[in-house]
């Protein structure tokens, strides 16, 4: 009868263990969820050292298997793994392929709360809702990082100067060359298979979805073709262009694919283009040659072109 307690003890672990075996299963799919032969092995110190645990399955919430925000060190056994800050694949995430023996420079370090596996299907099986992801290779290959928010240093994600793909899942977003929003910068509001095309290739150090507000530009904002406006003079609520040019070129007095938005409608958007809100006064003159067109970021053929323009807030 002595013995009688030990067993029950030892069938009640075999049963929790169930449980929580089958616990990690719920709310994140089947068996289907696995990659074949693929495993990631999470170490709570660096070095793969401490406790851990192996998955080889989607696991929304590392809670499941008591390893929330603890992992120092990954071991990869095949395949390739998106390992997110929160739970449910939110936050910033990262696609990692090969292992990582010491985490403690990097910004994932005992915040990873959810893993899955990443399917090869078109771009990688992934999908998502908001912020923006870069990758490592072009068309979309490769390591890869998540931003939701703002990064002043991508060093802090490991992928600084590192991306040659962009797939924008929501909002306008702004790359920068140097930290806090330095050096070069373009907006990018949709996806980009090869930077190289916008002379960023392996050069974004810093990203934001906010405006980046400059004393040199006027509060312009660049865009895939240059959208800088130049020639202007900042008063205190207002700016003046008496020339305005984009690149060298005069700005056209029309927009739209139509060219059916001029005048006002023109001179309002090149206003918006630099910070401002609205025209309240304009004047056109005869173009010679090419203008720019703010709407379409590049030169086009127009008969007029923006002068005198005052733009307020």
Do not use: K
């Not at 263990?17 to 693929?38: F, H």
């Not at 092995?41 to 919430?61: H, K």
């Not at 793909?165 to 929501?170: K, L």
């Not at 283009?273 to 173009?287: H, K």
Request: charged share 25%; glycine share 10%.
């Amino acid at each position: 009868m002595r013995f009688a307690p030990v067993m029950l003890a030892a069938l009640a672990g075999l049963v929790v263990t169930a449980d929580l075996a089958e616990a990690q299963r719920n709310g994140r799919g089947d068996r289907g969820d696995r990659q074949r032969g693929a495993s990631i092995t999470l170490y709570d110190a660096p070095n793969y050292q401490g406790r851990s645990v192996v998955i080889d399955f989607d696991a929304e919430n590392l809670d499941w298997v008591n390893f929330n925000d603890m992992a120092s060190s990954i071991r990869i056994s095949g395949g390739q793994w998106e390992v997110c800050v929160d739970a449910s694949y939110r936050g910033s995430c990262q696609v990692i392929d090969s292992d990582l023996p010491n985490m403690t420079q990097w910004a994932f370090n005992d915040r990873i709360s959810s893993i899955r596996p990443v399917h090869d299907q078109g771009r990688r099986g992934r999908t998502r809702d908001n912020g923006v992801t870069l990758w490592s290779g072009t068309n979309f290959t490769g390591r890869s990082v998540t931003l939701i928010e703002p990064s002043t240093n991508l060093s802090r994600q490991g992928f600084n100067d590192a991306a040659q793909s962009i797939e924008v899942h929501s909002g306008d977003w702004t790359f920068c060359q140097h930290d806090d929003f330095g050096g070069r910068c373009v907006e990018i509001d949709r996806d980009v298979r090869n930077l190289g095309t916008l002379n960023l290739n392996r050069e974004i150090t810093s990203a934001t979805n906010r405006r980046i507000p400059r004393d040199d530009d006027y509060g312009q904002r660049p865009g895939y073709g240059s959208n800088r406006v130049d020639g202007g003079v900042r008063g205190v609520a207002t700016v003046f262009f008496a020339e305005p040019t984009v690149s060298g070129y005069a700005v056209s007095a029309c927009e739209g694919g139509n060219y059916g938005r001029c005048g006002q409608s023109a001179a309002d958007d090149l206003c918006r283009t630099s910070g401002m809100n609205r025209a309240v006064y304009y004047g056109t003159v005869r173009a010679r040659g090419s203008v720019w067109s703010l709407d379409e970021r590049r030169t086009v053929q127009g008969r007029e072109a923006l002068a005198d323009v005052l733009c307020v807030r």
